[in-house]
């Protein structure tokens, strides 16, 4: 197991309890720590439509937003309503991607990201 503190690791614990509540498919966990000097944790779950990503981030924004881990971006609310496929929460050493079938074949985040460490969670 990588070097992750037993807070970083309850958090990536309560985000795959939340993605797995959302019937959420091929959940990964990735240690780029030693891939690329400013990137930590990944985390990447497909999901079957628009609908169940919002609703996955939704929830787990409401854990971690009082942690006050998350970088300064846009509230969930104000995400553009056009179905992107693609959303993206960052909470500074963890990463949430939270993709459509179709956008996590086309941008390959698992191959792209090969050399990092799985983390078992």
Sequence with gaps: MPNISSETLEHLKKIKQTLVDKKCENIQFLDLKDVHSYLSLFVIATVKTETQGRSCAKDIDKYMKPLKLAVKRQNLADLPKDA??????????????????EMRTYYSLDRLWGDASPIAI
């Design 84 to 101: 992107t496929g693609w959303i993206l929460l960052d909470y500074g050493e963890i990463c949430v991607h939270i993709m459509t079938d």
